[in-house]
């Protein structure tokens, strides 16, 4: 294992390992919500995945492919030659290396003692920064010391558009200039969206250089050659910028306007240096997250510390907060995976972070689904429905449902396995709700639900009600879906689905009621000429619907075959060191027929409808899904760990929280190639303060319920409640509560 965690607030490599790349590429990325860099080395190798991407591009390759987030041009290659020689940690003799980022300024460092095979020693230093207050910058800054001679230094750098998604390429060429001999740019235009992309950059050296400037197909860049003596350090700083008529700022310019736009703020960011941009970014840190909302662990677990400030920080450079027009890809913005499309992710595992910690991000996020309403729309009628359908994979407003139709290969058949999530995966709606429940839970942002959230929760209900359908009983049921567990296809009653159907249902029913009570009639006169308010239908539909209760042992039944179905020996799935081995013995066909879950189902239901279950309910589906979860989502461990926390059972809670947090920074060396994931990254926050803190929102109350792990012995987090900034701290004793600028509460009062 390459990676050590002896610093609360730095991710460190102390091995080069070219067989492992996307490990680092992916947990070491940085961004700041506007766009995501994987951290691949400046140098090129073999098997790495060099990535830039901005968010909410997306584009279509062709018709046989669905909208994903293209892969940007690379802004921070180099091509460096010592006496000759081609720099590259495959060749010669590496006698020290760390690659480290560091999460407090999210600054990422390389530190290299290098030998070629001459026997020419050399000590190199990259930095790098993907500035969070100016959200179109990155900058480098690299240092070169010959150690054991004088060195002729050979350089090539500049602007690569020559990138592609695994093979498709989503550019057209466009004006490639140097403007003044000196600063480059390049325009490339996506194929089928039609977004201007600007990429500009500006190189320069501490030592007199001869310079070449070139252009070939989709590139531009400059050669540099220059002469340093023994001991004399060459340090070289690249500032790049990247802009698209996406960008609401700009989104009225012209493309000949932008460009000289692009070029001003180039000049600006040149003028801060390295340094500079460096600080402001670190400054912005701070402002936002490190002395705003910190989270505190009082314990001798650095990894424990270090495993939360990883959280916050992927959560913080994955949002974009500053364009209610997108949303939060499954991987972030840190690599190709899931295409960087939008999931139910966002809303149950992502969301509660920022509705408690930043909430006008999570109002931004909202904003997202309700702007993406026409689609909605559009999938439900398409389906021959009536209201609004969420697709299950999201990317841009107009795009629709962009799931995939065919995945990995069948290993009976061997053919590709179909992609039934975006046909039958339909409780998206319903989390969707519940996200914005929450938010208003929590806010008390009555504008937000008047031109927002009331309407979604209408639609959403129309929807439903439309989708039920009567059955022999008499009471109406929810056939064929796929429900959080997808090792079951196509099946009946799903419990998750089914609750929260009702839920939705009533909720409207509920907010009908509200609304008609208010002096608000502003807002059903204009809701009354967009949708269908039938609040006596969603009352009706509601009462008939069939919801999976707890059987005689107590065991509410996931779906209705589900307890009926085989059961095997789950050991070596449940002791795998890797997701998805079950997939090696058996097709998606046999797994359906067993009971066995991909990941947590009826324990996320009970999770976030705990009002529902008695706690004898809540062990006894304990202890008969627990065993039976195989966690080959990244989504499960947190909502495992959450529970176990609720139960008593802390050793177990800890135990669960640390396999969330080892999905990406645990030893599986390829687990994160694709990307971070950002759902069991908002989950590891969750397990903190929802599990160990015991803090939750539920229908009519606020609780705080801890069971720290023994190893705490303190922990203190910030949460935004009713538009007040509350400070909690727990300790092995108990909790004090205060809002800022006020004595603390003891725990038995309510500050709310």
Request: a neutral charge.
């Amino acid at each position: 294992m390459a990676m050590i965690y002896k610093d609360p607030w730095v991710l460190k490599e102390n091995k080069f390992d070219h067989l492992h790349l996307g490990k680092t590429e992916a947990i070491m990325s940085q961004g700041n919500g506007y766009m995501g860099l994987r951290a691949c080395a400046e140098e090129r190798y073999t098997g790495e995945c060099r990535g830039l991407f901005v968010s909410g591009t997306f584009n279509k390759f062709d018709e046989t492919e669905v909208t994903e987030l293209p892969n940007c041009a690379d802004m921070t290659e180099m091509e460096i030659f010592l006496n000759g020689k081609l720099f590259s940690l495959q060749k010669g003799n590496i006698k020290s290396y760390s690659k480290e980022l560091c999460l407090k300024s999210g600054e990422l460092k390389r530190s290299i003692v290098w030998c070629s095979d001459k026997g020419e020693r050399y000590n190199l230093s990259f930095l790098r920064i993907v500035s969070l207050k100016n959200l179109h910058t990155i900058a480098q800054k690299v240092t070169i010391t010959p150690l054991s001679g004088d060195t002729t230094l050979s350089l090539a750098c500049g602007i690569n558009a020559q990138i592609t998604n695994s093979g498709s390429q989503h550019f057209s060429e466009g004006a490639k200039r140097f403007y003044e001999k000196r600063y480059m740019q390049l325009v490339a235009t996506t194929t089928e969206s039609k977004i201007d992309f600007v990429f500009s950059t500006d190189t320069t050296l501490s030592v007199n250089s001869k310079k070449q400037i070139a252009m070939n197909r989709r590139r531009i860049f400059s050669k540099y050659d220059a002469y340093v003596a023994k001991g004399q350090t060459v340090t070289i700083e690249k500032i790049s910028t990247v802009h698209t008529t996406r960008d609401k700022q700009t989104e009225n310019l012209s493309l000949e306007q932008l460009q000289e736009f692009a070029l001003k703020n180039l000049k600006q960011q040149v003028t801060l240096g390295y340094a500079g941009i460096l600080q402001d970014s670190k400054t912005r840190w701070d402002e936002l997250v490190w002395q705003n909302i910190p989270i505190e662990i009082e314990t001798d677990n650095i990894k424990d510390i270090l495993a939360v400030r990883f959280a916050q920080y992927h959560l913080q450079i994955m949002a974009p907060a500053h364009d209610n027009r997108m949303n939060i890809g499954a991987k972030g913005l840190s690599g190709e995976g899931y295409k960087g499309h939008t999931f139910w992710d966002t809303e149950i595992f992502a969301l509660p972070y920022y509705i408690f910690s930043q909430p006008s991000t999570a109002l931004s996020l909202l904003q997202y689904r309700y702007l993406s309403l026409p689609g909605a729309r559009q999938k439900a009628a398409d389906g021959g429905y009536k209201g609004a359908q969420y697709p299950w994979e999201s990317a841009w407003l107009t795009d629709g449902e962009v799931t995939p139709l065919f995945g990995g290969a069948d290993i009976v058949t061997g053919l590709p396995t179909p992609i039934l999530t975006g046909q039958l995966e339909i409780h998206i709606t319903c989390d969707v709700v519940y996200g914005i429940w929450q938010y208003y839970k929590a806010s008390q942002d009555e504008s937000f639900m008047r031109e927002y959230g009331y309407e979604i929760v209408f639609d959403c209900a129309n929807f439903w009600a439309s989708r039920l359908q009567e059955g022999s009983d008499g009471l109406l049921h929810i056939n064929n879906v796929i429900g959080p567990d997808e090792y079951k296809d196509g099946i009946d009653d799903d419990a998750f689905t089914n609750h929260f159907a009702k839920w939705n249902l009533l909720l409207a029913v509920e907010y009908y009621n509200k609304l008609q009570g208010s002096d608000v009639s502003d807002v059903f006169e204009r809701l009354k000429g967009k949708i269908s308010l039938d609040c006596k239908l969603w009352e009706d539909k509601a009462s008939k619907t069939y919801v999976p209760m707890p059987n005689e042992r107590g065991i509410i039944p996931q779906n209705r075959t589900f307890l009926d179905l085989k059961q095997i020996d789950l050991t070596k799935y449940k002791n795998q060191t890797q997701v998805g081995t079950i997939y090696k013995d058996y097709n998606q066909h046999q797994i359906c027929n067993m009971q066995v879950c991909k990941q947590a189902d009826v324990l996320l239901l009970i999770l976030l409808m705990e009002n529902l279950f008695s706690p004898k309910a809540k062990q006894a589906n304990w202890n008969y899904y627990e065993p039976r979860t195989l966690h080959d989502s990244s989504l499960s461990l947190s909502t495992h760990s959450i529970l176990a926390s609720d139960m008593g059972q802390e050793d177990l809670a800890y135990e669960l929280f640390e396999r969330a947090c080892n999905i990406d920074m645990g030893e599986n060396m390829s687990s994160s190639n694709e990307g971070i994931h950002a759902g069991s990254i908002g989950g590891i926050w969750q397990c903190v303060v929802f599990g160990f803190a015991g803090f939750r929102v539920t229908e009519n109350t606020i609780r705080l319920a801890p069971k720290l792990p023994k190893h705490w012995r303190s922990l203190n987090f910030y949460l935004w409640l009713k538009g007040e900034k509350i400070k909690v701290t727990v300790t092995h004793k108990g909790v004090d509560v205060s809002k800022e600028g006020y004595i603390a509460i003891p725990l038995n009062s309510s500050p709310f």
